[in-house]
């Protein structure tokens, strides 16, 4: 038929690049942003371009159609498999973590595809893992193919051959910053290399959930320790192979909330259904635009305002039953009605009166012993010229003064350790738990300022006296009525 296409798969790409104009409006004025609008590809996402490369890659190495595709996958690259596979003739075997949302499984079975949930509280390591598993299913499966899109070239190659190129002939390559979610760094690899070929000075941000260890690595070279968090499809426990981090200008981070909030916003003041991930990087663009946004615009010198294109990977309509959900929401403590037990900063306010103690990693090992002794704590994160670059705590110097060189007049820069993990003072309190029970220690940052440390003695004792604040209060005789609270609940008058 006359103005009809061969097959779905040829309306892949060539997504619109839409302005934001709501959740914006707090911007410096000359900031702009943009969005690419992956979300409206067949197969829901950006991942409908890697699994083009992927596939064609694989056929090149010789697969041929009948075989088995077997993915990691959280669902997006499952669901441009599936689809792919099934205009190509493949079967799809795809092992995802168990925390990914039940839309996603379903989308994925409806294309015929086998499912196989794995735990996600467990190491990358662990042969219960997603990635592990998935592995082991393609070895055991004669005739497949390990799509592999951590380390597999051809993801990052699909953005350099592909989105790159496509950006550049949409925009002309009007605009100043290029902003994207991290998972397997495919994206922000490949669109960053060939946004980088054109045009050098093209800033490259990367958007990591705080709980990843993508954000750590590149402002401190440290290897903390990763903890869990809802996003979905952004930020990793390990490092990809598909990942360079050097093609980073920049990373910011955002937490669960705010990246639900914007999700939300975005949907219902821009009318663009995005998921939990396209949030997270608007959010992450606009923290972003704030902080570096006004000296990048007067560098400018009047040339035009200052424009921001940001990836959004995937689709609403898979996290209905979760961000654009209110219940799941209010349970998650997202929403503002519903606090929860507070954030890292109702414990940091509790002590305000004890400043934050740094040392540097200059400082002698008896000096950072006596400022331990002397303030009754085990370890000081240690912030060189304004940032973070370490812990160092008494366990390190024990070490270093009996089986190491003995030596207290020496410098602590070789002692510094890692086992820590970053969080932000809107951090959950939920979720220092899991944090605290893996890492000596929960730093606080506030974009490069260290702001509090957070051990497990300052958890126990915030929610100790958290408990003490709900008196006992033995009912009173009152002639006063119960009053009627909105919601039906009924409550006393004090
Ligand atoms: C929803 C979503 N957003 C963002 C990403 C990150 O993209 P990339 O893997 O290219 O870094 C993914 C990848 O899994 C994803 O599924």
């Given at each position: 038929m006359h103005g009809a296409l061969e097959d779905i798969t040829k309306t892949v790409g060539n997504t619109p690049i839409v302005r934001l104009n709501?959740?914006?409006?707090?911007?410096?004025?000359g900031i702009e942003i943009y969005v690419?609008?992956?979300?409206?590809n067949p197969g829901g996402s950006h991942k409908d371009r890697l699994a083009w490369n992927l596939l064609r890659r694989a056929e090149e190495a010789g697969l041929q159609p009948g075989g088995t595709i077997v993915e990691a996958t959280s669902g997006n690259t499952g669901a441009s498999l599936a689809l792919l596979a099934t205009i190509r003739g493949y079967k799809c075997v795809f092992v995802m973590p168990d925390k990914m949302s039940q839309e996603k499984v379903t989308n994925l079975r409806a294309f015929g595809a086998k499912v196989v949930m794995c735990p996600?509280?467990?190491?990358?390591?662990?042969?219960?893992?997603y990635y592990k598993v998935s592995r082991r299913i393609a070895d055991e499966t004669?005739?497949?193919?390990?799509?592999n899109q951590y380390h597999n070239p051809a993801n990052p190659e699909a953005h350099y051959l592909w989105t790159g190129p496509e950006i550049w002939k949409q925009?002309?390559?009007?605009?100043?910053a290029f902003v994207a979610g991290l998972g397997t760094g495919g994206t922000v690899s490949g669109t960053g290399k060939y946004l980088k070929e054109k045009k050098p000075e093209i800033q490259i941000v990367g958007v990591d959930p705080v709980?990843?260890?993508y954000y750590d690595f590149v402002k401190t070279g440290r290897i903390t320790k990763p903890f869990s968090y809802k996003v979905e499809g952004i930020g990793e426990d390990f490092f990809p192979?598909?990942?360079?981090?050097?093609?980073?200008?920049d990373i910011v981070r955002v937490d669960d909330k705010e990246c639900f909030l914007m999700t939300r916003a975005m949907t219902r003041e821009e009318g663009l259904f995005v998921g939990g991930s396209g949030g997270a990087a608007v959010a992450g663009a606009i923290k972003w635009a704030k902080t570096v946004g006004p000296r990048l615009l007067a560098a400018k010198?009047?040339?035009?305002s200052l424009k921001i294109l940001v990836f959004l990977c995937d689709g609403g309509q898979k996290y209905v039953s979760k961000i654009f959900n209110d219940d799941w929401m209010r349970e998650n403590g997202f929403l503002d009605d519903e606090p929860g037990i507070g954030t890292v900063a109702d414990i940091l306010h509790l002590r305000s009166k004890r400043k934050i103690v740094t040392t540097t990693s200059s400082a002698k090992v008896k000096d950072v012993i006596a400022t331990l002794k002397q303030l009754g704590i085990s370890q000081l994160p240690v912030v060189d010229k304004g940032k973070l670059k370490g812990i160092i705590s008494e366990v390190d110097l024990l070490r270093h003064m009996v089986s190491g060189p003995?030596?207290?007049?020496?410098?602590i820069a070789a002692l510094l350790e890692s086992d820590y993990a970053t969080v932000t003072?809107?951090?959950?309190?939920?979720?220092l738990q899991g944090v605290l029970a893996d890492a000596r220690a929960a730093i606080v940052t506030e974009g490069d300022a260290v702001v509090g440390i957070v051990t497990k003695i300052d958890l126990i004792d915030y929610l100790a006296k958290k408990s003490a604040e709900v008196p006992v209060v033995k009912p009173k005789a009152s002639k006063k009525r119960p009053v009627k609270k909105a919601n039906g609940a009924r409550e006393r008058r004090a």
């Open positions: 709501k959740v914006t409006k707090d911007l410096p004025p690419k609008c992956e979300y409206l996600t509280a467990v190491d990358a390591d662990d042969p219960r893992s004669p005739n497949s193919f390990y799509a925009t002309k390559g009007d605009f100043d709980g990843s260890l192979t598909t990942m360079n981090l050097k093609i980073l200008d010198k009047g040339q035009g003995k030596t207290a007049s020496s410098s003072p809107d951090t959950k309190i939920e979720l």
